[in-house]
């Protein structure tokens, strides 16, 4: 029974913060990766960043400098931190889960929460 829920979206101003939270249950994060991905209204689905079962991170360009991902093992939890939000920033964000390794192909991920609406404007 795994599940995902995400939390921590909102309406925020150019420039502001956001930290985005992705609970698990069902699975350990020893033993799945987790990736942000986010999508626009009219646009495909986009990978964000990703930790790995073993702690390792990327980031899309999108994000690169801007955007930090962690983990809290004990808490079964995945972190998103947003800096420096742009309005190109505002979509739904998901976290999704994968075994073990990273990939920017959202297929490969095979659970998904619902999503947290992140807005970014003025």
């Known amino acids: 029974q795994l599940q995902l829920v995400e939390s921590g979206g909102g309406l925020v101003q150019p ?3 956001l930290r985005l939270s992705c609970a698990v249950s069902g699975f350990s994060l020893n033993y799945y990766a987790i990736g942000w991905f986010r999508q626009a209204p009219g646009k495909e689905r ?3 960043s990703c930790i790995s079962s073993t702690g390792g991170t990327n980031y899309a360009d999108s994000g690169e400098g801007r ?3 962690s983990r809290d093992n004990a808490k079964n939890t995945v972190y998103l931190q947003m800096n420096s ?3 190109e920033d505002t979509a739904v964000y998901y976290c999704g889960a994968k075994p073990a390794s990273c990939t920017w192909e959202d297929r490969r991920y095979n659970y998904w929460g619902q999503g947290t609406q992140v807005t970014v404007s003025s």
């Open 15 to 17: 420039g502001g913060s």
């Open 46 to 48: 986009e990978g964000v």
């Open 67 to 69: 955007f930090t991902i």
């Open 85 to 87: 939000l742009k309005p």
